[in-house]
Nanobody
Framework: VQLQASGGGLVQAGGSLRLSCAAS????????MGWFRQAPGKEREVVAV????????YYGDSVKGRFTISRDNAKITVYLQMNSLKPDDTAVYHC????????????????????WGQGTLVTVSS
C-alpha cells in the first residue's frame, strides 16, 4: 500500500487544520492506520491511531481533547482533525499503516507499522 498525506500548512495558534491520508495499492479496509509526528530535535511520537474497524482509537497524551482521528474505508482515507493548535504541535506529520502489525508491538508503537507516508509539515505560529 502507498500513502499520500495532505492538508498541512501554516496556521496561527488556536486555529485548526485537517490532515488527510489517502491509501492506494493493496486492499485498504483491513489496515490499522494512524499518525505520528516528529519535530526538529525531538523524538518521534504517536499522535493518533485507529484500527481498521474504527473500534480501537488511541491518542497521544499531548493531543487528547484537541485532535480527532477518523477513517472512511469507502474512500480509502484516514483523517486527522486538529483543533486548538499550539506552537508545540509544529512538526512533520506522517501517516502510517499496518496489516496486522509487528509481533510484540502495540497499536501506538511506531514499530507496529510497516508503511509510512512521506509526511506533511504543520507549522503553528504563536
Amino acid at each position: 500500500v502507498q500513502l499520500q498525506a495532505s492538508g498541512g500548512g501554516l496556521v496561527q495558534a488556536g486555529g485548526s487544520l485537517r490532515l488527510s491520508c489517502a491509501a492506494s495499492g493493496r486492499t485498504f479496509t483491513r489496515y490499522n492506520m494512524g499518525w505520528f509526528r516528529q519535530a526538529p530535535g525531538k523524538e518521534r511520537e504517536v499522535v493518533a491511531v485507529i484500527s481498521w474497524s474504527g473500534g480501537r482509537i488511541y491518542y497521544g497524551d499531548s493531543v487528547k481533547g484537541r485532535f480527532t482521528i477518523s477513517r472512511d474505508n469507502a474512500k480509502i482515507t484516514v483523517y486527522l482533525q486538529m483543533n486548538s493548535l499550539k506552537p508545540d504541535d509544529t512538526a512533520v506529520y506522517h501517516c502510517v499503516a499496518a496489516d496486522g502489525g509487528a509481533p510484540g508491538s502495540s497499536l501506538w508503537d511506531p514499530e507496529y507499522y510497516d508503511t509510512w507516508g512521506q509526511g506533511t509539515l504543520v507549522t503553528v505560529s504563536s
